[in-house]
């Protein structure tokens, strides 16, 4: 059997990925942390449109990166061309261990936490270990949802492929008809305007174990370091948007088809994710109270359980809005982990070809698709949905991207200086500047990270550095 993967997939089909693997259920919930974090309408906008900026900006500096390495595993070998194999390795380990199946584990847990809205019995507790360890129905939910993605997916990328197009169809529909019909009815009242009436006073607001609600104004070096430890949240978002790079060898035309995918499906949605930040504006007040009950007294700020979609969903279609909301959510973290699913086990296909994973993960099954890999794949985020720690996975996940993205980009200087003839069909864009601009502006995020979250930012340092031993169990063979 040809061990090749063939190039099915078009221009549309790879912006969906991009936009697809985007939105999950990030958009929905995290405006209200941000809001608690830093209590500004203006400085919340400028968190969204940063995050998107840097994020498009990204997208187009890998423009160059994909047109010169039209290759399965993407990310993974545009590493690998410009630091050599125990880099591109580091960067596989912590994708496999955390960033990929960490977040297909954390929204197959959003897709199960939202059923149980019409299904409450997926909250009951199956079986408890000790003092802290449950696991429950719900849990066993999400197991299910990506073991039938991986099983559709493991049938050949057709399948995959349509199911990304339909529930991404669906999702970006939803999503602008809650952005149209939030601005239109938001827009009859002074909420907005009451918003950002004072829109550059910050505040950080925190809630006691006890119920206590302490705010403290915040202004200079204490807003710089607020705004860079809470974009985080808007960052693992808009996250993900490299997964087309990874299927790069099942995409037709890859040279000129993966840089303008990356640039509509990033510009896409940061688009809709700024539109919906002002619908949320449009429809809730900022502050609230806890003991509120309904969307409106609780505000943005306290949304019940963070879900401020959900409450701006309630302003629109009364108490119906709840249920709307968590279909919605049901159907975008669904169409979203089909993305993430997809893409991921053509970065471990493309390890295991340079002996960097289990071997058998490069066999290609009877429908041309990396089927072992993926079922590896399936397992790991299995365990990880019952391991209880994937919101903490999410941060520091989202932060070893972060470093690698960082670095991916600081590649493409060190290429032109390396390989100056090698064919690049597509420049990155603005270049140098927008490459240098995203290096360090993500790299000055890093460093707020690593001083406002140094224990989870130095667990998922701690994740990458145990990948070098390992590194050496997977090359002893080879020689080097």
Known sequence: MENN??????????????AGSMIGSGIFIVTTPMMRDIGSAGWMMVL???????????????????????????QYVYIQRAYGRMMSFLYGWTVFTVIQTGVIAAVAVAFAKYTAVFFPELNNIILTIGKSFQINYGQILAIVSIIFLTFINTKGIQ??????????????????????????????????????????????????????????????????????????????????????????????????????????GTLIVTIIYILANLAYLALLPINGSPEANDAMGQGIMFASNDRVGAGAASVIFGGLGVSLMAVLIMISTFGCNNGLILAGSRLFYAMSRDGLFFKKAEKLNSFQVPGIALWIQ????SLLCLSGKYSDLLVYSTFASLLFYILTIAGIFILRKKEPDTERPYKAFGYPVIPIIYILVTSA?????????TRNTGLGLLIVLIGIPVYYFFNKNEGE
Not at 11 to 18: E, G
Not at 50 to 67: D, P, Q, R
Not at 378 to 381: F, P, R
Request: hydrophobic fraction near 55%.
């Open 5 to 18: 993967l063939k190039r099915t997939l078009g221009l549309l089909d790879a912006t969906s990925i991009v």
């Open 48 to 74: 969204w449109l940063v995050t998107g900026l840097i994020t498009v900006f990204a997208a187009l500096s890998y423009g160059e990166l994909a047109g010169m390495m039209p290759n399965a595993g993407g």
């Open 445 to 453: 995020i890093c460093i707020d990270l690593l001083i406002y979250d």
């Open 159 to 264: 399948n995959g492929k349509i199911i990304q197009l339909i529930f991404t169809s669906a999702k970006l529909f939803a999503l602008f008809a809650l952005i149209v019909l939030g601005l239109a009815i938001g827009l009859k009242t002074d909420t907005l305007s009451h918003n950002f009436a004072d829109m550059w006073s910050a505040t950080k607001t925190t809630i006691s174990d006890s119920g206590i609600i302490t705010v403290a104004p915040l202004a200079g070096f204490a807003l710089a370091g607020a705004m860079g430890a809470t974009i985080i949240n808007s960052l693992f978002s808009s996250d993900a948007w490299n997964n087309v790079t990874f299927i790069a060898a099942e995409i037709k035309d890859p040279k000129k088809n993966i840089p303008r995918s990356l640039f509509l």
């Open 378 to 381: 399936c397992v790991w985020a």
